[in-house]
């Protein structure tokens, strides 16, 4: 069945970095573009980043874009997020998900992993 | 960017009744509106893609309608497990992809 990791998250000061990793399974991981979302402790869920089959495209939205980067490894079936210059707003669990073949939703997740940004 | 709003925030709801919440879009997103369910602790899940057509494995009772920037998921009779936060979220005009704040169905 279609499974997805999240790992990697922890406790991190501000300022520092952090990189999430997703393992994938049970699909053709090559074949579907791959996202990050977050839901900020007891807020909504705020789409972070998205990546094509390839990785040859990539999208983030404007609260992390210059700070953040997504990446893939198909021949490891594996999606990643760097951090970088971590803020305290950037606290959140992060889920890894997959596209649906509608483009733009989201149609299996992870459970998440907890980062929090914290001195 | 396209703001998403849904109401109620909270809705109280007794087993066996209909729920329907409501989703608007700030501008049109034509029929790319999906709706998630989420339970406490839980990842979202895929209910509603399309604005109507259910996602694999969601039983009939969930509903979605609507098209441009006014969008409905109904639930038929709610059961014990629906009880939980629904979120909409557009995909016509991206980045960025956008959520709507959630409705919350509590039991009444």
């Known amino acids: 069945q279609v499974q997805v990791v999240e790992s990697g998250g922890g406790v991190v000061q501000p300022g520092r970095s952090l990189r999430l990793s997703c393992a994938a399974s049970g699909f053709s991981f090559r074949s579907y573009v791959m996202h990050w979302v977050r839901q900020a402790p007891g807020k909504g869920l705020e789409w972070v980043s998205l990546?094509?089959?390839?990785?040859?495209?990539?999208y983030y939205a404007d609260s992390v874009k210059g700070r953040f980067t997504i990446s893939r490894d198909n021949s490891k079936n594996t999606l990643y997020l760097q951090m970088n210059s971590l803020r305290a707003e950037d606290t959140a669990v992060y889920y890894c998900?997959?596209?649906?073949?509608?483009?733009?939703?989201?149609?299996?997740w992870g459970q998440g992993t907890l980062v929090t940004v914290s001195s | 960017e396209i703001v998403m709003t849904q109401s109620p925030a909270t809705l109280s709801v007794s087993p066996g009744e209909r729920a329907t919440l409501s989703c608007r879009a700030s501008?049109?997103?034509?029929?790319?509106l999906a709706w998630y369910q989420q339970k406490p602790g839980q990842a979202p899940r895929l209910l509603i893609y399309g604005a109507s057509t259910r996602a694999t494995g969601i039983p009939a009772r969930f509903s979605g309608s609507g098209s441009g920037t006014e969008f409905t998921l109904t639930i038929s009779s709610l059961q014990s497990e629906d009880f939980a936060v629904y979120y909409c979220?557009?995909?016509?005009?991206?980045?960025?992809?956008?959520f709507g704040g959630g409705t919350k169905v509590e039991i009444k």
């Open positions: 998900a997959r596209d649906s073949s509608s483009l733009g939703n989201f149609d299996s």
């Open positions: 990546i094509s089959y390839n990785g040859g495209n990539e």
């Open positions: 501008q049109s997103v034509t029929s790319n």
């Open positions: 979220q557009q995909y016509d005009n991206w980045p960025p992809l956008t």
